[in-house]
């Protein structure tokens, strides 16, 4: 327990010394979402009776919530190549569950946060949803899928380049593709089997269900418990086979 909260504190003090810069950070891509697609596009469109922009923000936090907690990866990276910091833990009396949970509760911090950044800008824009117990489930199993998978991937890549190539050949697909910026049910039901398979689709149903105060659906839940607990067991066989 004591190397889990030594690793946890350790990510939010680097975190606390790059807030602004974070925080800038992850305002900019939303702001620009909800200025192009929301808020100059969305009077043209409607899925229903809900405006685009509507449709919109539960996409953004869901896309959010996916990249930051996976960008965990890239400072694990850092730490890993540069720092050697991965080998100071490797010699402290740390677990690898210890290290796989505080890596992952970091980026998950670090996706809560975009997702109120983002939260917050839909206020400036006049977009009221509902926040419940059920939307932040979500938003927590998200957050919970791809930190886990963020540090099994660390673990796993032989330098800081290979990491990029994974975020431009698995998160970057999925972030447009898993159900963000367009209803999936839209498409041909080929398309759908394969994009139903990506965890983020999952997460985008739920978080704009309960979002727009519609029944979630347990099933998606399901799926991103699953999921997690299957990337969180890669991430501890990854950094075992790291320390050997």
């Known amino acids: 327990m004591h190397g889990f909260i030594a690793v946890y504190l350790r990510e939010m003090l680097l975190l606390r010394r790059r807030f602004k810069r974070l925080l800038a950070g992850m305002a900019v891509s939303p702001l620009l979402?909800?200025?192009?697609?929301?808020?100059?596009?969305?009077?043209?469109?409607?899925?229903?009776h809900e405006p685009y922009l509507h449709f919109l923000i539960?996409?953004?936090?869901?896309?959010?919530?996916?990249?930051?907690?996976?960008?965990?990866?890239?400072?694990?990276?850092?730490?890993?190549?540069?720092?050697?910091?991965?080998?100071e833990f490797q010699a402290a009396p740390i677990s690898e569950l210890a290290y796989v949970a505080g890596e992952t509760l970091a980026g998950m911090t670090r996706a809560l946060i975009s997702v109120i950044?983002?939260?917050?800008?839909?206020?400036?824009?006049?977009v009221h949803?509902?926040?419940?117990?059920?939307?932040?489930?979500?938003v927590f199993l998200n957050s919970f899928v791809f930190a886990a998978l963020a540090v099994a991937m660390a673990m796993l890549v032989k330098s800081h380049a290979?990491?990029?190539?994974?975020?431009?050949?698995?998160?970057?697909?999925?972030a447009f593709l898993g159900g963000t910026f367009f209803p999936v049910d839209k498409l041909p039901d080929w398309c759908q089997a394969i994009l139903h398979c990506l965890p983020l689709t999952h997460a985008s149903h739920a978080i704009?269900?309960?979002?727009?105060?519609?029944?979630?659906?347990?099933?998606?839940?399901?799926?991103?418990?699953?999921?997690?607990?299957?990337f969180f067991w890669l991430a501890l066989h990854s950094v075992g086979r790291a320390r050997d």
Request: avoid cysteine.
């Open 58 to 87: 539960p996409g953004l936090v869901a896309m959010a919530s996916m990249t930051q907690s996976f960008a965990i990866a890239t400072d694990i990276n850092i730490a890993r190549f540069y720092w050697n910091i991965f080998e």
């Open 162 to 174: 290979d990491q990029a190539l994974l975020t431009n050949f698995i998160i970057t697909p999925m």
């Open 208 to 230: 704009r269900a309960s979002a727009l105060g519609r029944p979630a659906t347990a099933a998606d839940y399901l799926v991103l418990i699953i999921v997690g607990l299957v």
């Open 33 to 48: 979402y909800l200025i192009t697609f929301g808020y100059a596009m969305g009077g043209l469109i409607q899925f229903g």
């Open 129 to 138: 949803l509902d926040y419940g117990p059920l939307f932040w489930l979500a």
């Open 117 to 126: 950044v983002i939260l917050f800008l839909a206020l400036l824009f006049g």
